[in-house]
């Protein structure tokens, strides 16, 4: 039983680059999330979705990050142009209906250089 | 609003003995809670959950949590810490009209041969 899955686990680049990070949420769950994790700031969450549609994106920290869900099966969250103070780990989780608990990808750890 | 507040930020016991992790909830109704635990370069791994069904939880890895409302505490133990149990341990609830986490600080836990 896959879980959720992310890709890539570790990305480093310039800053200014574009930077795409991806998810693949557990079938059948209809609900998805995107966190960061920094060790000033914890967990936050970024955004939410439900049945591919964002829900809240209030957690976006700037207009630079941009997060799609085309399909039920993958979600983009995306960083352009990158700054330094991006770098932290990011993860999905995904959940079903009510309040199941969520299922966390193992994340990416994103350097801007 | 609801929250959770995680009394201890580092806890250290010895191998075999008693794990203690501590949890206090603020809600006006009866919440939902779980405990997450995360392992090095790992995402955060559902340990248990409490949805009023009943007071004492047991989830994986020999871990348990008891609800107590006139406490309003929900603390994590285990009877004998084994070295691997060394890890960042989350209590969350949740928020909102969807399965929005809320998480404490964390407590780190260390495991001494």
């Known amino acids: 039983d896959a879980g959720v899955i992310q890709s890539p686990r570790h990305e480093v680049t310039e800053m200014g680059q574009e930077v795409t990070l991806r998810c693949k949420p557990i079938s059948g769950h209809n609900s998805l999330f995107w966190y960061r994790q920094t060790m000033m700031r914890g967990l936050e969450l970024l955004i939410y979705f439900n049945n591919n549609v964002p829900i809240d994106d209030s957690g976006m920290p700037e207009d630079r990050f941009s997060a799609k869900m085309p399909n039920a099966s993958f979600s983009t969250l995306k960083i352009q142009p990158s700054e330094p103070r991006d770098s932290a780990v990011y993860f999905c989780?995904?959940?079903?209906?009510?309040?199941?608990?969520?299922?966390f990808g193992d994340g990416t750890r994103l350097s801007i250089l | 609003a609801q929250s959770v507040t995680q009394l201890d930020s580092h806890v250290s016991v010895s191998e075999g003995t008693p794990v203690l992790l501590r949890c206090n909830y603020s809600s006006s109704y009866s919440p939902s809670l779980f405990w997450y635990v995360q392992h090095p370069n790992k995402g955060l791994q559902l340990l248990l959950k409490?949805?009023?069904?009943?007071?004492l939880v047991k989830g994986i890895n020999g871990f348990e949590a008891e609800f107590k409302k006139s406490e309003t505490s929900f603390h994590l133990t285990k009877p004998s810490a084994h070295m691997s149990d060394a890890a960042e341990y989350f209590c969350?609830?949740?928020?909102?009209?969807?399965?929005?986490?809320?998480f404490g600080a964390g407590t780190r836990l260390a495991v001494h041969p």
């Open positions: 969350v609830t949740v928020s909102g009209g969807y399965n929005k986490l809320i």
């Open positions: 409490y949805t009023s069904a009943a007071t």
């Open positions: 989780a995904s959940s079903g209906t009510g309040t199941q608990p969520q299922h």
